[in-house]
């Protein structure tokens, strides 16, 4: 489950940077490539709730199985009709967006399944919060690994082989894991457009912003690195700032999992993000290549450990049944402030320099920070259980 999990994700670090990557090698521009992958990320983020609705109410195996053809079928057009740019027979514009948007909303999403299914098999016990730590650190793996390889083969091979494995790994990784049949959670059987929804949670409505605000950071703060090493003669070394800042969630990921904490998880959050907006701030004023390895890795290690506490916290507050809706809500709000990161970051590379780019993950993470510190109240565990039992009752 977990290779297969960790197979399935990769792509998602892949997709968002090698479309950028794509069309700015096909039409030399960071703006539209930003804007292109951006539209991808905001159908992941639209159809994800849908898509984990599904599988709370059938089953993931049965869903997962249409969506990863529907991805394949998307992502052949969007590369045909990315590469028809640079000819003298272009396609129209609106189906390179449509492509992207297709496949982008159906992206396999693997990363909420896997954590439903450590929910199912481990609640009740002190080992899930030890495993939700370590679906985070896995994420940050896929963090690092996702974005050195497509930018490797993106710039060293040829410009489309990059999208062509994300594409490759996203069929597989989606088929392997619907194979795990022992570790699938029963199907819940409701309605999937009737019963109650894991919006209602009030919690959620919290989470939902920090998510988006992380999004924006990683979104933003890849598209910058990127245009960062491009900015200094290093472009081959994009893949590495990229991995420095995902060591550095990693690592701290690890060390967080293994800390037994006393302190409340809302007020942890709290704290890791206002570390996160230091460091982003922090990288708007670097000016050489190996202080900026340097501090990205610093800037990193905030990264995880906020994710781990909005997770964990969402899988408190939730009600059992509704947990992969939860998850893919919160995974959707992470998708589209990345679409929001990218294209913002983009527009501001081309319209200032690479370094401007950070200071969108420096706002973002801010603007989350204040929205953890007023939402104090509903992210108290206990008393946003009690708030949504009766919504837990419907049949």
């Known amino acids: 489950m977990v290779l297969f999990g960790f197979v399935g994700r990769l792509p998602l670090s892949m997709v968002g940077l090698g479309s950028v990557l794509l069309v700015e090698s096909y039409t030399g521009s960071y703006g539209l490539g930003g804007v292109v992958a951006a539209t991808g990320a905001v159908a992941t983020a639209v159809l994800g709730p849908v898509i984990g609705r599904y599988a709370d109410s059938v089953g993931q195996r049965r869903v997962l199985l249409p969506i990863v053809v529907v991805h394949l079928v998307g992502g052949l057009v969007f590369l045909f009709s990315v590469r028809s740019q640079s000819g003298d027979h272009a396609w129209p514009l609106w189906v390179v967006f449509v492509a992207v948007g297709v496949a982008g909303g159906a992206l396999p999403p693997i990363s909420s399944m896997i954590r439903t299914r450590w929910s199912y098999l481990l609640r009740g016990s002190p080992r899930l919060n030890t495993a939700l730590a370590f679906e985070s650190v896995v994420d ?37 894991f619907a194979a795990q049949v022992e570790t699938e ?31 924006m950071v ?20 994009s893949g590495v700032l990229i991995a420095s800042l995902a060591v550095g969630s990693m ?31 922090a990288l708007v004023f670097v000016p050489t290549m190996w202080l900026m390895l340097v501090l990205v ?22 009600p059992p049944r509704l947990v992969t809706e939860g998850f893919t809500w919160l995974g959707t709000a992470i998708g589209l402030g990345v679409a929001v990161g990218v294209a913002a970051a983009g527009k ?33 565990e206990q008393r946003v259980r009690s708030a949504v039992v009766p919504a837990s009752r419907v049949p």
């Open 251 to 281: 690592v701290a990921g690890i060390l967080w999992g293994l800390r037994h904490w006393s302190s409340e998880l809302r007020r942890r959050l709290l704290l890791t993000l206002a570390a996160l907006s230091a460091g982003s701030l």
């Open 348 to 380: 501001l590379i081309d319209r200032f320099d690479a370094n401007a780019a950070f200071a969108v993950a420096a706002v973002a993470a801010g603007i989350a920070t204040a929205v953890v510190l007023v939402g104090q109240p509903v992210l108290d």
């Open 140 to 176: 940050e793996l896929v963090f690092i690994v996702g974005p050195v390889l497509v930018t490797f083969l993106s710039t060293t091979g040829h410009t489309t082989s990059g999208l062509v494995t994300a594409f490759t790994l996203a069929v597989a990784g989606g088929l392997l």
């Open 185 to 215: 959670p029963p199907p819940s059987g409701h309605h999937p457009h009737r019963g109650p929804s894991a919006l209602r949670t009030p919690g959620l409505l919290v989470l939902c912003p920090v998510g988006a605000a992380l999004g």
């Open 218 to 237: 990683l979104g933003s703060v890849q598209v910058g690195l990127v245009a960062f090493a491009d900015k200094v003669d290093k472009e081959a070394l």
């Open 297 to 318: 890795f610093l800037a990193g290690t905030a990264v995880s450990p906020s994710l781990i506490s909005a997770f964990t916290l969402t899988e408190r507050l939730i």
